[in-house]
């Protein structure tokens, strides 16, 4: 048995810069982590999340401690990212988990949905993120999505209402809100009743993510569902976030990776919690991952490799907003030929 593991950073540059409540960027350095054995390659990728402390470079040397500790069969892809997960490097995590994952149904021959035992029912239409914009550039964004028939709209800080209004008054589409922590408990109580005026579907984390005793009020008074985001990392977190949320949003990058993933919606919809599956700013490779458990879902939003340029991954395909699940052995997608 011959296994080689190979790391490389890569620069996704977005089309227009990504404007959140925490700031801006025009470029994101994920990580691809190879594992080959036997002459199959099983890869994953790394989109370190900056608010955790996470970067390129801790990504790289996390998965080099992991690929250094582990004896990389596939029939442990379940387990061994766990196992061997680095405190605080959940994006490494991931990518060490879709890998094996990625090499474990490659060799068996089939999409890792069907290796998990997972349905191919069509998907929800996945969502298109609007940043915190200048009011033209959002409604130029506006313009240019029409093949999405859901926006999500990126709030959280001065101004947000009128970008809103403004987006509203463009489209009749549905409007989903992510404040990213930036209201306080009476910014959001005097926002939600106007949202839900304005149509918008749900909000994802309206509060801090240490403001979880306000959040249990403000639910009290909203006339909207609320999504946990940065609340949520794994699946100890739900009993806690009963009662303050109706939903989370499960990211790979953030949870650590296709298994975490699982047991974190099994555990939430225990707890009568909705999912929401999200992502970072990503290539195809890591949508393809976590389209591998979309159809466990109730909403989408994987638009990430939709806001890049020159995606260096290829095999996904989308029709009328929807993401089509990929039919090909493992994760379905492949290194675009430069």
Known sequence: MSV???CRTIELKLQTPFRLSRGASTVRRNVIFEVERDGVVGRGEAAPIARYGESSESATEALEAMARAADLDPAAFAEEGARLAVPGQRAAQAAFDMALHDLAARSAGLPVREMLGIG?????????????????????????????????LKMGAEGDMELLRAVRGATDRPIRVDANEGWTLDDATR???????????????????????????????????LLADENVHDA?????????????????AKCGGIAPALALIATARAHGLKILLGCMVESSLGIAAALAIAPLVDWIDLDGNQLIDGDPFEGLDMVDGRQLLPNGPGLGVEPRAE
């Open 4 to 6: 080689t593991t190979r």
């Open 120 to 152: 191919g029912r069509p998907l929800a239409p996945t969502s298109w993120t609007i940043g915190l914009d200048p009011i033209p550039e959002a409604l130029q964004k506006v313009r240019d999505s029409e093949a999405f028939s859901v926006l999500k």
């Open 191 to 225: 926002r939600l009743e106007e949202l839900a005026e304005l149509g918008v579907e749900f909000v994802e984390q309206p509060l801090p993510e240490a403001k979880l005793e306000e959040t249990r009020e403000l639910r009290r008074r909203s006339p909207l569902p």
């Open 236 to 252: 100890s977190d739900i009993p806690k976030l009963v009662g303050a949320f109706d939903g989370i949003n499960v990211k790979l």
